[in-house]
């Protein structure tokens, strides 16, 4: 980018919003995933029309751009792996309406997500989608990746609340996609091509939001188990009878790196915990509440339930504990291949085994932890990246995770996406005929493949 072209995006956006330091560039080289790609500036739009500007403008110039939320990505999605812009919406951070007659939000890209969520409480209203990252991670970036959560199991992911978007086309055009309604079947369904897209079709400045009402009451539950292949067939043994609105699993190893978080000594006979939360009516969760405590007192495994009202201090304990693993993994190795597979939940079982297996076969430091209620699993491989050994045996062993996940009818990916870090495996489990058809859309909507190219297809 030469300095004429620098001066026209400065026009677009103000010099101040536009920066091309070392400091800078390397501030947004990077995400979640810890690899690094600088670009070559970094552009901060205002508004829906700067953004339309800075895609006109760059399609002229074929020069990339990477939108991006809060860089806490997983998968690379977010890095700018062929230079060019780097986009950051955050000045887009408005919560434009609450609509508490229709339960709707309509809301900027760089709302954050935890924000919102405050927002609609304050009238009586829910925002569900919540992934761990929420109290920093974006709306926009989490329609992008499509992201999920502990509450998926009951409420669903993101996707289930995007009833409308604005999207600027990589050449500056805007669309709006989708309806303020409940129902909307007018013409194709673009809002759900979009959610998902990982920023590589268009650029999300504005989403119209499905809110619900809040839930009156909840109730969380530790259930400390005395192996983990057992918690796992807890699992489909709850949700037989109950529909929790959060059942999230950790194995002993991630159990033995958060324990300093628990107010609370862990029999040294603990394999594994389940985390169970119900939501609803005060009286359905005092019911149902009961009701779970007698039937877990009386399971085969179960070393001991705890139960704490939501709100408390021993709530946001067991969630601090939840939400500590992956920062805490770093204890064991200096590095880790995080994936995010899932399966039907009724197989977990035989994944878990699978893992055990295959962490002994290899050598290798895995452990895993994640949404057990919709099969969900994070599966950690521990690596030292200057350990080439480790590294040779760490690829090998995600190569054989994806082949058994597929095996057992699942998907490679729940909510961390493509990005860069799955691409290569992609066709594992898509067809040659069904990617074809993925392509020809990126080829429409975005003919110069400047939108965060490099990422899903290699």
């Known amino acids: 980018m030469n300095r004429s072209s620098k001066e026209r995006f400065k026009k677009i956006v103000g010099h101040d919003n536009f920066c091309d330091t070392e400091e800078d560039r390397l501030s947004y080289s990077y995400d979640g995933t810890g690899r690094e790609y600088k670009p070559e500036a970094v552009i901060f739009p205002g508004s829906a029309a700067e953004v339309a500007a800075i895609m006109c403008l760059a399609s002229e110039l074929l020069l990339p751009v990477v939108p991006r939320g809060a860089g806490s990505g997983m998968t690379g999605g977010s890095l700018p792996v062929q230079g060019g812009l780097v986009m950051p919406l955050t000045r887009l ?5 609450i609509d508490r007659q229709n339960q709707l939000a309509v809301v900027e890209p760089g709302v954050i997500t935890a924000d919102l969520q405050n927002a609609v409480k304050r009238q009586n209203l829910f925002y569900p989608p919540d992934p761990a990252s929420m109290k920093f991670c974006t709306v926009g970036g989490n329609a992008a990746e499509c992201a999920g959560g502990p509450s998926a199991v009951k409420y669903g992911v993101t996707r289930d609340y995007v009833r409308g978007l604005q999207v600027v086309l990589a050449d500056g055009r805007t669309i709006n996609t989708g309806v303020r309604t409940a129902k909307g079947v007018v013409g194709y369904d673009l809002t759900r091509i979009f959610v998902g897209s990982e920023g590589t079709l268009g650029v999300i400045t504005k989403l119209v939001l499905k809110l619900i009402a809040q839930p009156e009451s909840k109730s969380t539950f530790m259930v400390l188990v005395d192996g983990m292949i057992r ?3 807890l699992v489909t043994e709850v949700l037989e009878s109950y529909l929790p609105c959060t059942m999230e699993y950790m194995d002993k190893t991630a159990l033995e790196i958060v ?10 006979e603990a394999g594994a915990f389940l985390l169970i939360e119900l939501d609803g009516s005060r009286d359905s969760v005092e019911s149902d509440s009961a009701r779970l405590v007698k039937f877990l007192d009386d399971c085969r495994g179960v070393l001991g339930v705890r139960r704490a009202k939501a709100g408390t201090a021993e709530a946001e304990m067991l969630w601090s504990a939840r939400r500590a693993i992956s920062p805490a993994s770093f204890q064991l190795k200096p590095n880790k291949i995080n994936e995010d597979v899932v399966v039907p939940r009724s197989l977990i079982p035989e994944l878990v085994v699978f893992v055990e297996k295959l962490s002994s076969e290899l050598g ?3 452990f895993t932890f994640g949404h057990a209620g919709d099969g969900n699993i994070h599966v950690n491989i521990m690596l030292d990246k200057e350990n080439s050994e480790e590294v040779v045996r760490s690829e090998k062993a995600k190569k054989k995770l994806f082949k058994k996940v597929l095996s057992l009818g699942g998907t490679l990916s729940g909510e961390h996406g493509v990005g860069l870090t799955k691409a290569a495996y992609l066709p594992m489990e898509i067809d040659a005929v069904t990617l074809d058809v993925m392509k020809g859309l990126k080829k429409y909507f975005d003919p110069k493949n400047i939108l965060n190219p490099g990422k899903i297809f290699i």
């Not at 951070?93 to 309406?97: G, V």
């Not at 324990?259 to 040294?268: I, Q, R, V, W, Y």
């Open 93 to 97: 951070n408005r919560i434009l309406e």
């Open 231 to 233: 918690a796992a067939e």
């Open 259 to 268: 324990k300093d978080k628990l107010s609370f000594e862990l029999p040294e």
């Open 364 to 366: 290798i430091l895995i």
